[in-house]
């Protein structure tokens, strides 16, 4: 539903974080990392490791196999688990791309309106903290701060202009009672 990137401003981002390096795999250089977003439907030749795309290097991809919320990923000039062991840790990045439908980068829904099913505006999206489980949204008006599970019973629609939520898991309960 979202994916990470770095963007703060709301500016256009030219690369996003694919995922991070976990381990080594095996001893020919293989790694397991996490995958932070949908792969895109082209093959992956280049990726970017590093710790933020400033100081990245630039690898080949020999293979990348997705497996669930995993990807397994040998890089050309990787060929040892010393090698491999060498990344563990590091982001994975490349050039921004289009998403499948329903997933959106933060920085085109950051600052949208968000809104229950009757209308009642809970506040803004301020920012979105990735959670292994799911991402949650951190969503802001001039009295409180509310955080709501980005997850598809509880988003409901997404649009240009703003988010619908599902009052219900608790929701709204628990925003009213900090109204005192």
Known sequence: MISSNTDNNNKE????????????????????????????????????IGSTTGD?????????????????LKFL???????????????IWTERFKLPENVYYINEIKGLEVRTLDGKVLGKLERVIPT????????????KEVLVPALKKVVLEINKETII???????IEATESNED
């Open 132 to 143: 292994p489980g799911n991402d949650v949204f951190v969503v802001r008006n001039d009295k």
């Open 13 to 48: 981002i030219k690369f996003v974080r694919v995922g991070v390096i976990l381990k080594p795999r095996g001893i020919k250089g293989e790694v397991v990392a996490s995958l932070l977003l949908p792969l895109p439907k082209k093959k992956l030749t280049e990726l970017f």
């Open 77 to 91: 000039g990787i060929n040892t688990r010393d090698d491999a062991e060498a990344l563990r840790s590091l982001t």
């Open 56 to 72: 990245s290097t630039k690898y080949s991809v020999e293979t990348l196999v997705p497996s669930g919320n995993y990807m397994v």
């Open 165 to 171: 939520v599902n009052p219900g898991f608790g929701l």
